[in-house]
């Protein structure tokens, strides 16, 4: 995984699931993303639950013709929006790939706490002994569930190495890993090399 930017831009308004009160259409998004992408800001955090896919499509729809590297993208799984079989894991990151037309992501989380040492586990699984491991993390969890997660993901074997992504630390959880206060850049990159203490 190369350096990551040091801004995320999210696309959860882009689901125009009325959580905002917007009606955002790709015509009035265009420009935002054009802009952006302009100023070097290319790592873009969308998640099926934004709009059951609209996110994805708006987004995809505007990556389409950018070379690969141009951009970063990160997505998530979210439980509740599983099929409830037992391959939801796999399921939903392949639907995510198909509705963004992508091979890979660059970074993919858990969205949420629900049954997450479970759904931890089986992304882990899904990614095991896979060339296209992207740094894999943990959405709105507390630093305990932050290290349960990172437990989970040592003790299960990969041909590349699964990293622990942990999304704008705080400085409570600097303190949990032992760090001086950094941005989400450089500790994505720390946890890339090193793993939590026990």
Same mark, same amino acid.
């Given at each position: 995984?190369?350096?990551?930017?040091?801004?995320?831009?999210?696309?959860?308004?882009?689901?125009?699931?009325?959580?905002?009160?917007?009606?955002?259409?790709?015509?009035?998004?265009?420009? #935002?993303? *054009?802009?952006?992408?302009?100023?070097?800001? =290319?790592?873009?955090? !969308? $998640?099926? &639950?934004?709009?059951?896919?609209?996110?994805?499509?708006?987004?995809?729809?505007?990556?389409?013709?950018?070379?690969?590297?141009?951009?970063? #993208?990160? *997505?998530?799984?979210?439980?509740?929006?599983? =099929?409830?079989?037992? !391959? $939801?894991? &796999?399921?939903?990151?392949?639907?995510?790939?198909?509705?963004?037309?992508?091979?890979?992501?660059?970074?993919?989380?858990?969205?949420?706490?629900?049954?997450?040492?479970?759904?931890?586990?089986?992304?882990?699984?899904?990614?095991?002994?896979?060339?296209?491991?992207?740094?894999?993390?943990?959405?709105?969890?507390?630093?305990?569930?932050?290290?349960?997660?990172?437990?989970?993901?040592?003790?299960?074997?990969?041909?590349?190495?699964?990293?622990?992504?942990?999304?704008?630390?705080?400085?409570?959880?600097?303190?949990f890993l032992d760090l001086p206060p950094v941005n989400l850049r450089n500790l994505q990159l720390h946890l890339s090399k090193?793993?939590?203490?026990?």
């Amino acid at each position: 995984m190369r350096n990551l930017p040091k801004i995320a831009l999210g696309a959860w308004a882009w689901g125009n699931d009325g959580t905002f009160g917007n009606d955002f259409t790709a015509d009035t998004l265009k420009p #935002i993303f *054009d802009a952006a992408m302009a100023s070097g800001l =290319n790592l873009w955090d !969308t $998640a099926y &639950a934004y709009g059951m896919g609209t996110s994805e499509k708006v987004l995809a729809g505007f990556i389409k013709d950018l070379p690969r590297e141009s951009y970063l #993208i990160s *997505d998530k799984f979210t439980p509740q929006c599983a =099929n409830g079989q037992p !391959t $939801a894991m &796999a399921d939903m990151i392949d639907m995510q790939l198909r509705l963004m037309s992508l091979d890979r992501f660059d970074i993919y989380w858990i969205h949420n706490v629900w049954d997450a040492p479970h759904w931890t586990e089986e992304l882990a699984k899904y990614y095991e002994g896979r060339d296209d491991v992207p740094l894999l993390g943990v959405s709105n969890h507390n630093l305990s569930e932050i290290k349960q997660a990172n437990d989970i993901l040592k003790e299960i074997p990969h041909n590349t190495a699964a990293h622990l992504a942990v999304p704008f630390p705080t400085s409570a959880a600097c303190r949990f890993l032992d760090l001086p206060p950094v941005n989400l850049r450089n500790l994505q990159l720390h946890l890339s090399k090193n793993s939590l203490a026990s």
